[in-house]
């Protein structure tokens, strides 16, 4: 598995988790990078995506204002902020890298297809 998602869990409405994501045996920090989540009889939706510097950033609006992507290519990591989570959140979430994209740029796919490296991903349930 090229992608290794954590932090999953069990928050109450309002509250916030971060997870994390770690590349497993070669380094995506080039690469343009994204967070997805599928809910049960869901397709696979996009959450957020993030260029391969960090200077482009892009949110699907259900979480605008309340997630933030970032990255740390030094740790080859990346991250998602999850405040104010809602129960509509709930899903499993995964982090995926796009190698077609690993030039200058910051144009972000927001298309599971785009994405080639995935993670197993992480359950994350918010309570009413």
């Known amino acids: 598995v090229p992608l290794v998602e954590s932090g999953g869990g069990l928050v109450q409405a309002g509250g916030s988790l971060r997870l994390s994501c770690a590349a497993s045996g070669r380094t995506f920090s080039g690469c343009v990078m994204g967070w997805f989540r599928q809910a049960p009889g869901n397709k696979r939706e996009f959450v957020a995506g993030i260029s391969r510097s960090g200077g482009g950033v892009y949110y699907a609006d259900s979480v605008k204002g309340r997630f933030t992507i970032s990255r740390d290519n030094a740790k080859n990591t990346l991250y998602l902020q999850m405040n104010s989570a809602k129960p509509e959140d709930t899903a499993v979430y995964f982090c995926?890298?796009?190698?077609?994209?690993?030039?200058?740029?910051?144009?972000?796919?927001?298309?599971?297809?785009?994405?080639?490296?995935w993670g197993q991903g992480t359950q994350v349930t918010v309570s009413s």
């Open positions: 995926a890298a796009a190698t077609s994209y690993c030039s200058e740029g910051y144009y972000v796919p927001k298309s599971p297809n785009e994405y080639n490296k």
